[in-house]
């Protein structure tokens, strides 16, 4: 079995799908499929009995949910600082810790709203200096985003 460690998991080891072979620098390992295992991982975390640790939550949070500390933090209604204190001491809130689990439950399993909801956060995350281009039609005001350096904002 192969001891799985990556995003600082301590408890997640592999019977298969995975390849050992030597490299310049030592043993390497090839893991099949290392997408699908990430998703595997996350839904074996959300759905554990026991809290999640520090580690456990950074992982649903950034392989799970692909959220930095800022995101989740707006998404949380906290700060990142306080994220990055979770994640840290392994003291993660009861409240968070159901939150973060059934937000990638929903996510995971095609909750519509839920998903758009974190695709905006995250790119809002991305976005650079955006403004918004307001344009009257016949049928009513419409709305277009452009980023901020392409135009000057001066007010025609």
């Not at 989740?72 to 993660?92: D, F, P, T, Y």
């Amino acid at each position: 079995m192969y001891h799985y460690t990556d995003g600082g998991l301590k408890n997640v080891w592999l019977v298969n799908g995975y390849k050992q072979h030597k490299t310049p620098y030592g043993e390497g390992i090839s893991i099949n499929d290392l997408d699908g295992l990430g998703v595997a991982i996350c839904l074996a975390l959300a759905k554990k009995p026991s809290p999640l640790t520090g580690a456990e939550f950074r992982y649903v949070r950034s392989a799970g949910l692909m959220q930095s500390q800022s995101g989740l933090a707006k998404v949380l209604g906290n700060n990142e600082q306080a994220i990055a204190r979770w994640e840290k001491s392994g003291k993660v809130p009861r409240w968070a810790d159901k939150l973060i689990r059934l937000l990638y439950l929903a996510r995971a399993e095609g909750n519509a709203p839920i998903a758009s909801a974190i695709e905006r956060i995250n790119a809002i995350e991305r976005a650079e200096k955006q403004r918004i281009v307001m344009k009257e039609a016949r049928s009513g005001w419409a709305s277009k985003i452009e980023p901020q350096e392409a135009a000057d904002c001066g007010i025609v």
